[in-house]
């Protein structure tokens, strides 16, 4: 138990550096998971959260997922059916309650590709991320290029979308506030890891997306070389 607590103070310490935080002693990182259905999660498939948490905690990595929905797995910003646009307008009043040191951004579902609705996406997102730093200037937002859908052609514009929120994360990027990109279309098949609605995760889809994440979070925690479960 005291190497395990020893462990635990430590590599708070290593995160609060990381993330440029000044909490409060006995204060652990907070994160604030906002987006679509996908991250809300619903009756008959799962959220990646419901995989996340489990695997943060199993490094000893304590964090506090915040945000003014709730479910039997945590607190989040997933409100399903809306998109990127609706997003901004709800965020600055969101993370004014929830500004958590750490955002996990999922968003670009929900509009057609008859609209060529990508220029708009990418706008709203770097306006919402504009948003989080005037906030918490410190903040650090996981950026996800989304997963694809096998629902067309309303979603055939997100392999274009996925390419331009790349191009995003790079104009970002600032030293005392990050925006990490993290790709959760690499390795999602549709095929396999959506419901029957071909939008959804599955379990195997949902742990899929919870992989990449970690994969992201961990060196913030200064626990990049611990492997990730198969």
Request: cysteine-free; aromatic content about 8%; hydrophobic content about 40%.
């Amino acid at each position: 138990m005291r190497l395990e607590m020893k462990r635990f103070t430590s590599l708070w310490i290593v995160a609060l550096g990381m993330l440029g935080m000044t909490a409060a002693a006995g204060e652990v990182p907070t994160i604030l998971a906002i987006g679509d259905s996908i991250t809300q999660g619903g009756k008959g498939f799962p959220s990646y959260r419901q995989f996340l948490g489990p695997e943060l905690r199993k490094r000893g990595l304590a964090v506090e997922f915040i945000g003014p929905e709730k479910d039997a797995h945590s607190r989040h910003a997933g409100y399903g059916g809306r998109n990127t646009e609706w997003l901004l307008g709800a965020s600055r009043k969101i993370y004014r309650e929830y500004p958590a040191d750490i955002v996990l951004i999922h968003s670009g579902h929900n509009s057609f590709s008859k609209d060529r609705p990508v220029p708009g996406i990418v706008r709203d997102t770097a306006a919402m991320i504009g948003v989080f730093r005037e906030i918490n200037p410190g903040v650090t937002v996981l950026l996800a290029q989304v997963i694809p859908s096998g629902k067309l052609p309303k979603y055939s514009y997100i392999p274009e979308l996925n390419r331009e929120l790349g191009r995003l994360a790079g104009l970002l990027r600032e030293e005392n506030s990050k925006v990490i990109l993290v790709d959760q279309a690499d390795g999602f098949d549709w095929r396999t890891d959506t419901l029957a609605d071909k939008v959804h995760p599955n379990v195997e889809g949902a742990r899929k997306m919870a992989m990449k994440w970690l994969e992201a979070l961990l060196p913030l925690f200064g626990e990049a070389d611990v492997p990730l479960p198969d």
